[in-house]
């Protein structure tokens, strides 16, 4: 079985652990030139802020809501990163990192549906825990299944960020 876990809007989530003040308020973080919005929390995804747009595009939109706009900042990026990593590790037989919030992590053992659901809400549980990353699982068993299992995690209703693929239905 292949998870592949990834953060909600890592670049503005990561802002948030540093802040817990945030943590409810609509953020957005933006490029190395602070030109282009990079990342968007789920509250200011909701204010109708996308990702890739120019930032001055945006300038009144954030005013008028109090927005949080934040510059990029990868040394913290990089440090939670490792942090989400090495705690995802300690689950899984192997991890295979594919980018700075994202991994595949393998398992050997055979697991019913429910069971592997289970451990994605226990991996999910523990790294908010650990690092106060709100993570995304999708289980599959290939790693192109996980990915798409992934996407039901975070878009589709009724799944709360963990969705397994283990059988046809
Ligand atoms: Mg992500």
Redesign the pocket.
């Known amino acids: 079985m292949y998870f592949l876990i990834?953060?909600?809007?890592?670049y503005c989530s990561a802002e948030k652990v540093m802040r817990p003040d945030l943590r409810k308020k609509p953020v957005i973080a933006l490029s190395n030139n602070d030109g282009a919005i990079v990342a968007v929390c789920p509250i200011a995804k909701r204010l109708g802020i996308k990702k890739f747009v120019p930032y001055f595009q945006v300038k009144d939109i954030v005013r008028k809501h109090g927005i949080v706009v934040t510059s990029s900042n990868y040394e913290l990026y990089h440090s939670l990163s490792t942090k989400m990593m090495d705690t995802i590790s300690q689950f899984a037989d192997d991890i295979y990192i594919y980018s700075i919030?994202?991994l595949f992590a393998r398992f050997d053992t055979t697991l019913s549906h429910d069971s592997w659901t289970a451990l994605g809400r226990d991996i999910r549980r523990t790294v908010w825990k650990e690092v106060r990353l709100p993570v995304?699982v999708g289980g599959g068993m290939t790693p192109t299944l996980s990915k798409a299992a992934s996407h039901a995690a975070k878009h589709l209703r009724g799944y709360n960020g963990v969705a397994v693929i283990d059988n046809e239905q």
């Open positions: 990834d953060a909600t809007s890592f919030d994202e995304g």
